[in-house]
Every structure is written in structure tokens, then in C-alpha cells.
């Protein structure tokens, strides 16, 4: 059963992935970005399965704190993120719906383009 120590290692694992994230972001490093991104998602899934196990209901405040501490760091690093990757995301969204009309309206002269023989 994780203790409370294993829970603050794992949510100082995902804030260290996190910088790491926002640097991806503010580089533009898209695979990297990903890849962090999968390795926070393994921790995170890890800590929500473990939650409420072999938690010691007299915590010290100060783990509590440290605990609370990192987990606005790790929100604070994830609006960064967004700050980087909405705007990226934007673009994608743009480009894919107008490379899908193209091919829509290619597809529909591309059905007309066809004239009978001696025209």
C-alpha cells in the first residue's frame, strides 16, 4: 500500500514531468510534448488507483501543504501548456477542415468532370 511519502513522490514525479511538459510546449517540441504527456498519464493513473490506500489519517499539515503546493504548480504548469497548444491546436483544426473541404469539392467536380464521348 502506497503511504503518503509514495503519494508526494509520485505528485513530485508529474510536477517535474510538467516543467518538462512546458518546455516542450514553449519549444514547439510536439513529439516530446506526447511523450511527457503519456508518462504523466502512467503516473497519474497509478495515483488514482492507490487513492485512499494505506493513507495515514494523522498526516502531518506540512505534507498536506507540500502535497496541496504541488498540485497548483502542476495545475499552473498545465495553463502554461494550454497557453502553448491551444493556438497550435487552432491552426490543425483550420487546416484539416480546409484540406477536408478541398477534397470535398474536388470529389464533387471530379463526379461532374466526366463529359460524354463527342462532346
Same mark, same amino acid.
Given at each position: 500500500? =502506497? ?5 508526494i513522490?509520485? #505528485? ?8 518538462d511538459?512546458?518546455? @516542450?510546449?514553449?519549444s514547439?517540441? /510536439? $513529439? ?28 502531518? @499539515? ?6 496541496c ?7 499552473? $504548469?498545465? @495553463? ?6 491551444? =493556438? /497550435? ?17 474536388? #470529389? @464533387? #467536380? ?5 463529359? =460524354? $464521348?463527342? /462532346?
Amino acid at each position: 500500500m =502506497p503511504s503518503m511519502c509514495r503519494q508526494i513522490d509520485l #505528485y513530485e514525479e508529474i510536477r517535474a514531468l510538467s516543467s518538462d511538459m512546458v518546455n @516542450a510546449a514553449r519549444s514547439h517540441d /510536439w $513529439d516530446r510534448l506526447v511523450i511527457l504527456e503519456r508518462s504523466v498519464g502512467v503516473l497519474r493513473d497509478e495515483l488514482i488507483a492507490n487513492i485512499g490506500l494505506g493513507l495515514d489519517t494523522g498526516t502531518i @499539515a506540512t505534507e498536506n501543504d507540500h502535497k496541496c503546493s504541488l498540485i497548483r504548480r502542476i495545475l499552473e $504548469d498545465d @495553463a502554461e501548456i494550454r497557453r502553448h497548444t491551444e =493556438p /497550435w491546436m487552432q491552426h490543425v483544426r483550420q487546416f484539416l477542415g480546409s484540406e477536408d473541404r478541398r477534397r470535398q469539392v474536388q #470529389y @464533387a #467536380y471530379a463526379a461532374t468532370d466526366s463529359t =460524354p $464521348d463527342g /462532346w
